[in-house]
């Protein structure tokens, strides 16, 4: 910029200055350069040509005629000289010195030959040759040679942190160009800084001094997820020969390769040489999954944060030279009898932050010796400041009555690491804990879902008046960690200018939807909620209550009135969202801001978003039975009730009336179908030539087919508003109708396996498949039997959406399966269906006792699968069913036609059947079943299991339904397997499924078709 400036100082400093990092960066470039070369130039003769040069330079800077003054072409010379200089810094190598003195020499020649001219350097030339001034009255070998003396240079320099991060910053500085986007390479790191960079400019209050701003605590709850994968648990392969390991090198590839070059290791064998090794393998591993391990290490960076904000607010400018790392390493103080400020910054962090991790059962896992016990240990250990509460049973006597009988005894405790004295001791570091507090209980604390109650046990151990409940599958990011300051300000502001916020609602970052398609969608279905969603439902709705666990609650406020977490069993599935129902009730105000996101995982298959969803639907069904529901619609303005009823519990609620809509037009349309009165119908001219509802009609069809116009949102809309249309109701229906709701882990592990066909079946065959081939069914006999005086475009474009409804029930389980067309899965899936319908002692239970059980993935036997099958109340359904075809069946089509000739006996006669059909939908609701209604000897068989058992139809019973379940299983497995056939099918799946990992260039093939590499030899003891 400077050579190209045409010797003009004025258009040069116009054109830094248009750019104010740009001027701050040539301003810290030129100050770090003195700086540098000041430090390491040590001779007198040297320092004196080396100040008299700095002064020239400077004096014709304020001057501005540094450019009509010097010749600036040569500087581009003098830049790579010093970029070397820079390069042998930071290598710091003996080997190096004379280098590193050539080096010297050329930069002085460079600025002394090429940039000054003659004049201005006849001042110190003398200086440097030893001489008058001429160089060639003095003998060559008689000349002093600068920085060639043994003391003249300081190098190799005595490195402290504050001169690594000097120099590693100034060769950024110097070498990153203005055309490098690419940099950083990594995704995700470009993400964070793109948000970190962007929040910055939000409204946001302005952030206190660290000692004055509001202190906080951090909840986490945990019970047995992971907290540090073993390296077993790495190596270990699935049915593939993928083990977890094998995974995480081929999804982060660029990461792995970031971590062999910080350990020195050039391949995965070194790192098992040493326990260091292996111990700095599993934190990687760890790091990039769902863990506990993470989880702290993301909360923790609340605390080096605010050291790091302290040491800003109280460090002298001498600190400030030195840095922040350098400070953190200096313990000169200390010794001194001095409170360093180190010791200051650490201790004004204390006071404003508190963790604790409510670990339920780690006084189990450590009496019993768990590796999950001693995983906690060490991240106390790690973390000093970090704590443990847990639940502990103790046996102790009875003090009531003349006998001592041990009975146990219930102790809310909170533990912390017990670290030595002091580093210098020599007795052997032990890790054990140490009991801080131990509060008595009344009884047993785990009444309920469990996770409510370890919240609120935990809690009394919490200070401050901000609390923030993360869950243990969330991560946090150190610069977002840095604008907590400012967050906890907004409980200072009347946001509505009436009430101080009670919660503040944060944003979330889904941190597991980067390569699988499915956990793409996941992850922008919940990317939307927590920004646009919750933005609105907060302003202007006023109807945010508490969806995600990274908001943060006015501790004091919700303490005194009934804490963040009910726990009453069933009814409380959902407790988030009841802290944020209760918090509304009691004149709360909750808030929501962008300008700060938490870390979060979801769920990445099929499978667990299924399960997810069903978790959800319950919760929703027990909310809409809830108390709460009732409170809040009678006491919220007409207005706030119909956003809070639209938000929570009328969504589920409106799909579950748009799936029963489905099903009473279908059946309208067949009873007008096998009644002939559709036909009478059609050939009145009034209805037959009625060209605005063929108009109707036809722009209707091309809406609900317009989805084909974008290919790529195919399989998005067939996920988010097909499949999930059927999970929700079926959940909340089974809710509303039987209660059972409860709590179900999701998973939060890797999922890029495939699932078996008998295990998808288990999970989907009640909720999806069975409706779908009840719709399919209708929907084929309305055909065939209206077939003769309808033409087919009519019934494509009055079915298209249903027929699309019904693909996506049947087949999205299996179009989402990783590998669900493959040829030799489909051989495994077949001999494992086999195996699971063949099995012994197929029986029924007695279906009263397991009212509102889901039938799930976790379901290991047929017998069991059956358990939960069918409800008494049905029968009465199928009763009104085979009453409505027995009705429509027993009149001849031109005599239903002459009796119902009149509209107005045509409608009275459609809405009656409406009726029947309505009714049996509210007993069946979830239960339509087409098959069912071909066997409700099923039904009643097991409604009077003891008669049928004591007639001895029992078995035949028993038998009838095996063949049951073997038609359906035939009916979905045939076109998987026929489509297997393809190989083109397989590929089109993957590239679909995959599609993330493709656009980044992932072996994401290497993953599915497993890992062939023998690794027998690494498992060996």
């Known amino acids: 910029m400077a050579k190209d400036s045409n010797g003009k100082d004025r258009e040069l400093k116009k054109r830094i200055a248009n750019d104010n990092y740009m001027s701050c960066a040539v301003l810290e470039c030129y100050a770090s350069f003195r700086n540098i070369i000041r430090f390491l130039v040590q001779g007198h003769r040297e320092k004196k040509v080396i100040d008299d040069i700095f002064s020239e330079v400077d004096r014709h800077i304020e001057a501005g005629d540094l450019l009509t003054e010097y010749q600036m072409s040569a500087l581009p010379s003098l830049y790579d000289h010093f970029v070397k200089l820079i390069k042998y810094l930071l290598e710091n190598k003996q080997t190096d010195r004379d280098q590193v003195v050539l080096i010297f020499q050329d930069m002085l020649e460079v600025v002394t030959r090429d940039i000054m001219m ?70 995700e790191a470009r993400r964070r800084i793109s948000f970190f960079s962007n929040s910055l400019f939000m409204d946001m209050p302005v952030a206190p001094k660290v000692r004055n701003m509001l202190s906080f605590s951090v909840l986490t709850p945990y019970n047995t997820e992971e907290v540090l994968f073993s390296l077993r648990e790495l190596e270990v392969q699935n049915e593939d020969g993928v083990s977890i390991l094998f995974y995480l090198q081929k999804i982060f590839p660029d990461e792995w390769s970031n971590f062999l070059e910080r350990v020195k290791c050039s391949n995965e064998e070194e790192l098992r040489e040493t326990d260091e090794l292996e111990e700095k393998l599993r934190l990687w591993a760890s790091y990039r999954g769902q863990t506990l391990t993470r989880t702290v290490r993301g909360m923790m ?37 001095e409170r360093s400020l180190w010791a200051q910054c650490q201790a004004v962090a204390d006071m404003k932050f508190t963790y604790v991790v409510s670990c339920q059962q780690y006084g189990i896992d450590k009496r019993s010796g768990n590796p999950r016990a001693q995983d906690t240990l060490r991240l106390m250990t790690t973390y000093p400041s970090l704590r443990v509460a847990f639940i502990d049973e103790v046996e102790e006597p009875s003090k009531d009555g003349p006998k001592k009988i041990n009975q146990k005894v219930y102790y809310s405790s909170l533990v912390k690491a017990a670290l030595p004295k002091s580093s210098n001791s020599s007795e052997p570091e032990q890790n054990l804990d140490q009991v801080i507090y131990r509060i008595k209980l009344p009884g047993p604390a785990i009444l309920g879902e469990g996770k409510p109650e370890n919240q609120n046990h935990a809690i009394i151990f919490t200070r401050g008046e901000g609390l923030q409940t993360i869950d243990m599958n969330q991560d946090n990011y150190m610069e977002e960690a840095l604008k907590m300051r400012n967050l906890l300000q907004e409980f200072l502001k009347k946001h509505d200018g009436v009430r101080y916020p009670t919660i503040l609602g944060l944003r979330e970052h889904i941190f597991t939807g980067s390569v699988s398609s499915l956990a793409w969608f996941m992850s922008n279905q919940e990317t939307s909620f927590v920004t646009i969603g919750q933005r609105l439902l907060a302003d202007p709705l006023k109807v945010r209550f508490h969806y995600g666990h990274p908001d943060v609650f006015d501790r004091l406020f919700h303490l005194t009135r009934g804490g963040v977490s009910k726990a009453s069993k069933t009814i409380n599935l959902s407790e988030d969202i009841f802290a944020g129902f209760n918090s509304t009730l009691r004149e709360g105000n909750v808030t929501h801001h962008e300008y700060i996101q938490v870390g979060k995982g979801r769920d990445v298959g099929l499978n667990q978003i299924s399960q997810f969803e069903a978790k959800i639907a319950n919760g929703n069904g027990e909310q809409t039975l809830s108390r709460d529901i009732y409170r809040l619609g009678h006491r919220f303005d007409f207005f706030r009730m119909l956003s809070c009823y639209f938000t929570t519990v009328g969504s589920y609620f409106s799909t579950l009336i748009t799936v029963l809509t489905v099903y009473v037009f279908l059946y309208g349309r067949l009873y007008l179908v096998l009644s002939g009165l559709e036909e009478g119908l059609n050939k009145q001219p009034g209805i037959r030539d009625n060209k605005p509802l063929q108009v109707a009609l036809a722009s209707q069809s091309f809406v609900q087919i317009g989805f084909l116009m974008a290919l790529p949102m195919l399989m998005e809309i067939g996920l988010e508003r097909g499949f999930r249309t059927a999970l929700n109701p079926h959940y909340y229906g089974r809710t509303l109708l039987h209660g059972g709701a409860k709590y179900r882990p999701t998973g939060r592990g890797f999922v890029v396996f495939h699932a078996k066909f008998a295990e998808n079946y288990r999970l989907y065959s009640r909720s999806h498949f069975v409706k779908g081939l009840e719709l399919m069914i209708l929907l084929i006999v309305y055909q065939i039997f209206g077939q003769s005086y309808r033409g087919s475009v009519a019934y494509v474009l009055i079915t298209i959406s249903m027929w699309f409804m019904v693909g996506t029930w049947l087949f999205a389980p299996f179009l989402f399966n990783p590998s669900g067309f493959e040829w030799q899965k489909i051989v495994d899936d077949w001999t494992d269906w086999n195996k699971w319908i063949k099995q012994p002692r197929w029986y029924w239970c007695t279906p009263r006792k397991k009212l509102g059980i889901l039938v799930g993935a976790g379901t290991r036997s047929s017998s069991s699968f059956w358990k939960a099958g069918y409800r008494c109340r049905d029968i009465i359904s199928f009763k009104i069913f085979y009453l409505s075809i027995w009705t429509c069946l027993s009149l001849d089509h031109h005599e239903a036609y002459e009796k119902f000739s009149g509209i107005r006996h045509i409608m009275a006669g459609y809405l009656f059947n409406i009726v029947c059909y309505e009714v049996a939908f509210y007993l069946l609701l979830v239960h339509m079943l087409s098959l069912y ?39 979905l497995f045939t076109p998987v397997a026929f489509l297997a056939w393809f190989p083109f099918v397989s590929e089109f799946q993957t590239r679909m499924l995959f599609n993330q990992a493709f656009s980044r260039g992932l072996q994401i093939s290497r993953i599915l078709g497993g890992q062939r590499k023998d690794r027998s030899s690494r498992n060996k003891d």
């Open 118 to 187: 003659e004049d201005h350097t006849s001042s110190f030339v003398d200086s440097i040759h030893g001489g008058s001034g001429h160089e060639g009255m003095t003998p060559l070998d008689q000349q002093y040679q600068l920085f060639a003396s043994a003391g003249a240079i300081n190098f190799p320099v005595q490195e402290t942190e504050a001169w690594k991060e000097k120099i590693k910053r100034l060769d950024l500085l110097l070498t990153v160009k203005e055309s490098a986007m690419d940099v950083p390479s990594n995704l």
């Open 301 to 337: 960076y609340y605390r080096r944060a605010l050291e790091l904000q302290a040491f800003l607010d109280m460090a002298k400018d001498e600190d400030l030279m030195q840095g922040y790392k350098a400070v953190e390493l200096n313990m000169e103080d200390q010794f001194k009898g």
């Open 933 to 971: 209604a071909f066997f409700p000897l099923f039904q009643i068989a097991q409604a009077c299991k003891p008669l049928v058992h004591h007639a001895g139809f029992w078995a035949s019973v028993r038998t009838l339904a095996r063949g049951y379940e073997i038609v359906m299983g035939l009916l």
